[in-house]
Structures are given as structure tokens and as C-alpha cells.
């Protein structure tokens, strides 16, 4: 079992930055394709990036390529999403998971951290 533990969400004003960081235990953090999601109120939980094991290969959904930067330490188990340029469109609970699977698809995805609140003011 891998449990996935979010942090560094908060609230930040339009145009400024968060680094969320998820911290892994509990598996061998190395063979998880890592991926981030986020849901707004009312709406379905949307991917937005993954990251592969050795960290070589990242890809992004379109709404965030070229503002949101994913990252890994496989030498501390924690991957990273580096937030730049938020929006209020951003504001969402942010999610981390873990699959064994190259996906976008939330249900490929085995394990999931409890979110983090990322809110973004105009």
C-alpha cells in the first residue's frame, strides 16, 4: 500500500505562485507514475500532470502547460507541482496519485493523498 500525503496549498493572489509538494510512503516510490488532479466545487476531479518513475518524461494538461512545473525525489519519495502565474480558474482541491500505468485517467490511478486547498484570488 502507498499512502500519498499533500501539502503547500494556500491562498494566493492572482498572477502568484505555490509549490505543492506530496510526500509517498509505504511502496517503492520509484516504479509510481505520479500524477496531479485537481476538482473544483461542483465539478469532475480533471487531470493536470504526471511525471514518470526516473522523472525523464513529464506531460501536462493544456489548461496549465508552460505555468505549472511537476517534479520528483525519488531520494525523499515526494513529487512537486511548481504553480506559477495562478488564476482564479486554478482554485481547486489539488490531488497526488500513484499509478503503475502511463494515464490521464483518475481510474487507472490506485492510491490518492486527501487534497490540499489551493485558492487563488482576483
Known amino acids: 500500500q502507498v499512502q500519498l500525503v499533500e501539502s503547500g496549498g494556500g491562498l494566493v493572489q492572482a498572477g502568484g505562485s505555490l509549490r505543492l509538494s506530496c510526500a509517498a510512503s509505504g511502496g517503492t516510490f520509484s516504479r509510481y507514475v505520479m500524477g496531479w488532479f485537481r476538482q473544483a466545487p461542483g465539478k469532475d476531479r480533471d487531470f493536470v500532470s504526471y511525471i514518470i518513475g526516473s522523472g525523464g518524461y513529464t506531460h501536462y494538461d493544456d489548461s496549465v502547460k508552460g505555468r505549472f512545473t511537476i517534479s520528483r525525489d525519488n531520494a525523499k519519495n515526494t513529487v512537486y507541482l511548481q504553480m506559477n502565474s495562478l488564476n482564479p480558474e486554478d482554485t481547486a482541491v489539488y490531488y497526488c496519485?500513484?499509478?503503475?500505468?502511463?494515464?490521464?485517467?483518475?481510474?487507472?490511478?490506485?492510491?490518492w493523498g486527501q487534497g490540499t486547498q489551493v485558492t487563488v484570488s482576483s
Open positions: 496519485a500513484a499509478s503503475q500505468m502511463l494515464t490521464t485517467y483518475t481510474g487507472d490511478y490506485n492510491y
